[in-house]
């Protein structure tokens, strides 16, 4: 079916600096948009950041200006550089892809297995 592999999490030290990646494969026809999600623990995921397959790009406020999300449509990666991290950032970082299997199915969601984002004080 669709797998989409995360890599690049780790511990960081506050003000330090990670990139994460993830990478799509496969039975895809088209891929519309890839994000990035958190979940900390005892909290709900949020969205971190989503990027379109034309480029457009839409943050958490709370990563504005830190965190870059970008894409390579051709080998179906998604990235995210996280820079100025802060222990608040520490979570479960998920990749997602909302894509299309075939061109007469519907676009549905997919998710990633998660990485760890540690970052400490």
């Known amino acids: 079916q669709v797998q989409l592999v995360e890599s690049g999490g780790g511990l960081v030290q506050a003000g330090g600096s990670l990139r994460l990646s993830c990478a799509a494969s496969g039975i895809i026809f088209s891929i519309n948009t890839m994000g990035w999600y958190r979940q900390a623990p005892g909290k709900q995921r949020e969205l971190v950041a989503v990027?379109?397959?034309?480029?457009?790009?839409n943050y958490a406020d709370s990563v504005k200006g830190r965190f870059t999300i970008s894409r390579d449509n051709a080998k179906k990666t998604v990235y995210l550089e996280m820079n100025s991290l802060r222990p608040e950032d520490t979570a479960v970082y998920y990749c997602n892809a909302n894509l299309r299997q075939r061109f007469y199915l519907r676009e549905a969601d997919y998710w990633g297995q998660g990485t760890q984002v540690t970052v400490s004080s």
């Open positions: 990027i379109t397959s034309g480029g457009s790009t």
